[in-house]
């Protein structure tokens, strides 16, 4: 079945630094491809999407590719802050129902 | 902006009681979601839902069962909770169709003891 895999965590970083969460899946069809991030005592937000290949999404500063050929959608963010601090999920879904990765903790010091 | 609530943010209950966690949202949506979110686990599906009245089991539908009389509320029952129920829930809501996002609830932590 559909399924996504995400890079472990935690992953720390020092503010303005580089961010990339790695991100690949395996699905029988077209999936369209999701980042959500989750803030301390809330729920799931969107972050970003892509629905076809190729197709980049963005948001606040966060990127992330559709590649169909190498079954990836990583997430990059040129210069982290403090409040980027977050869990992040990647996810896919070919219908109505949604698959999630397992999470990636982000820890932005100052 | 959707809104999705769950009842509760925060449930103490003992083994072998019936526990009944409760969504709300305002936003007509057609489709609405119970996850259980566990660390290194990410959300696993329980149930969800298409319509009033339906539902389909997810991955992990073993000790729960759903209610949806309304299209706006979608409930999760554990029939006999157990210590291994012990988890984040979240419940999240979407319109039909193609490439749609949910929208989530703010979670419900439940502990069994």
């Known amino acids: 079945g559909d399924s996504v895999t995400q890079m472990e965590g935690p992953v720390t970083l020092s503010e303005e630094a580089f961010l990339t969460i790695n991100c690949t899946y395996t699905?029988?069809?077209?999936?369209?491809l999701f980042w959500y991030v989750q803030y301390p005592g809330e729920g799931l937000q969107l972050l970003l999407k892509?629905?076809?290949?190729?197709d980049k999404g963005s948001n606040k500063g966060f990127e992330a590719t559709y590649r169909k050929e190498t079954t990836s959608f990583h997430l990059e963010k040129g210069s982290v802050q403090v409040s980027d601090s977050a869990v992040y999920f990647c996810?896919?879904?070919?219908?109505?129902?949604?698959?999630f990765g397992a999470g990636t903790r982000l820890t932005v010091k100052p | 902006d959707v809104k999705v609530t769950q009842s509760s943010r925060y449930l103490v209950k003992r083994t072998g009681e019936k526990v009944f966690l409760e969504c709300v949202q305002d936003?007509?949506?057609?489709?609405m979601f119970w996850y259980r979110q566990d660390p290194g686990l990410g959300l696993r599906l329980i149930y969800f839902?298409?319509?009033?009245?339906?539902?389909e089991k997810g991955d992990i539908p073993e000790g729960y069962s759903v209610s949806r009389e309304k299209k706006e509320r979608f409930s999760l029952i554990l029939e006999s909770a157990s210590t291994n129920q012990t988890s984040m829930y979240l419940c999240?809501?979407?319109?039909?169709?193609?490439?749609?996002?949910?929208?989530f609830g703010n979670g419900t932590r439940l502990t069994v003891t």
């Open positions: 999240a809501s979407s319109l039909t169709g193609y490439s749609v996002a949910l929208h």
């Open positions: 699905a029988t069809g077209y999936p369209s």
């Open positions: 892509a629905t076809k290949a190729d």
């Open positions: 996810a896919l879904s070919e219908g109505n129902d949604m698959r």
């Open positions: 936003m007509d949506h057609e489709n």
């Open positions: 839902s298409y319509d009033v009245k339906m539902k």
